[in-house]
């Protein structure tokens, strides 16, 4: 069974950085795009970053310019590296991985991970 396993949240000063983690594993053999999304309280979850295998990255644009997605094929990892955090950059972060291949089995599906909180606060 695939499993998303996010880490690194916390609280934050504004100002500061912080970066999250998620290892994905289940004897997965791809998982063609992975990312981060976040839902603030009262809000729908957003899309913040995703990174396909080749490298192609998206941003939101609250993101661009402060966040920077990277990822390791090999281990199926994704980080997410937040600077200048705001008090607005304050959810639960989540990790999705999509497209994924499963060793002996057919047909590919998406995952969430649990969530990880930031909160930017002083």
């Known amino acids: 069974q695939v499993q998303l396993v996010e880490s690194g949240g916390g609280l934050v000063q504004p100002g500061g950085s912080l970066t999250l983690s998620c290892a994905a594993s289940?004897?997965?053999?791809?998982?063609?795009?992975m990312g981060w999304y976040r839902q603030a309280p009262g809000k729908q979850r957003e899309m913040v970053a995703t990174?396909?295998?080749?490298?192609?990255?998206y941003y939101s644009e609250s993101a661009k310019g402060r966040f920077s997605v990277s990822r390791d094929n090999a281990k199926n990892t994704v980080d997410l590296r937040m600077t200048s955090l705001k008090p607005e950059d304050t959810a639960v972060y989540y990790c999705?991985?999509?497209?994924?291949?499963?060793?002996?089995?057919?047909?590919?599906?998406?995952?969430w991970g649990r969530g990880t909180q930031v909160t930017v606060s002083s």
């Open positions: 289940g004897n997965i053999r791809s998982a063609y795009r």
């Open positions: 999705r991985a999509e497209t994924v291949v499963v060793d002996g089995r057919a047909g590919a599906t998406d995952h």
């Open positions: 990174i396909t295998t080749n490298r192609v990255i």
